[in-house]
């Protein structure tokens, strides 16, 4: 049964760099049928795409982010990271990593609220 | 400022059918699969259809959907009180995820 749980602070302060893990069980980030990313979604708001990878090394940004954006994944440790600098308050969101199998979503985290704020 | 074009609310009453709509273009919608995702308030999405018609395992048959050209529909027929919740279509677009802004299904 594949768990997919988010983990990192949940306040960050405008400027600052906003990091969160993202730790799989129940399956391999190396699996080469799928994929692995990042949603947000602020207060009250909808589904925003943050950005995805593969195993294979394949990384797909939102272009709106790509600038501040980073996500790297440690096979070793079966997890994946993001994070987002220079973060503002429009960066408050729920921020959800979850599974993408072909052209699907099919498996999300529980979400971690990040809120910017000094 | 979403991609996909969904309205906003609906409501309908227990028992009832009620179907969601979302208008994408031939760079998205007309050219791959279409999902829906249900998030009751405080929860995480949960998958409720991929494929644009397929249901994954434990998905009652009171969800269905479809596509048609650049635009799907969700159907929810027998509707229940725990069927409130906001309701996201996503597709690809150019290799990357795209939503709809959300329906919330009030059943009243």
């Known amino acids: 049964h594949l768990q997919l749980q988010e983990s990192g602070p949940g306040l960050v302060k405008p400027s600052e760099t906003l990091s969160l893990t993202c730790a799989v069980s129940?399956?391999?980030?190396?699996?080469?049928?799928?994929?692995w990313g990042w949603i947000r979604q602020p207060p009250g708001k909808g589904l925003e795409w943050v950005g995805t990878?593969?195993?294979?090394?394949?990384?797909y940004y939102n272009p709106s982010l790509r600038r501040r954006l980073t996500i790297s994944m440690d096979t070793s440790k079966n997890h994946f990271s993001l994070q987002l600098t220079s973060v503002t308050a429009a960066d408050t969101s729920i921020y959800y990593c979850?599974?993408?199998?072909?052209?699907?979503?099919?498996?999300w985290g529980q979400g971690i609220l990040v809120t910017v704020s000094s | 400022q979403f991609v996909l074009t969904q309205p906003p609310s609906v409501s309908a009453a227990p028992g009832q059918k009620v179907t969601i709509s979302c208008s994408g273009s031939?760079?998205?919608?007309?050219?791959?699969?279409v999902c829906w995702y249900q998030q009751v308030p405080g929860q995480a999405p949960k998958l409720l259809i991929y494929?644009?018609?397929k249901r994954p395992s434990g998905i009652p048959d009171r969800f269905s959907g479809s596509k048609s050209g650049t635009s799907a529909t969700l159907d929810i027929t027998g509707l229940q009180t725990g069927d409130e919740a906001d309701y996201y279509c996503?597709?690809?677009?150019?290799?990357?995820?795209?939503f709809g802004g959300g329906t919330r299904l009030t059943v009243v």
């Open positions: 979850a599974r993408l199998g072909y052209q699907v979503v099919d498996t």
């Open positions: 129940g399956g391999s980030i190396a699996a080469p049928e799928y994929y």
């Open positions: 990878f593969h195993d294979s090394g394949n990384t």
């Open positions: 031939s760079a998205n919608i007309g050219i791959n699969r």
């Open positions: 494929d644009s018609n």
């Open positions: 996503g597709t690809w677009e150019s290799g990357v995820v795209v």
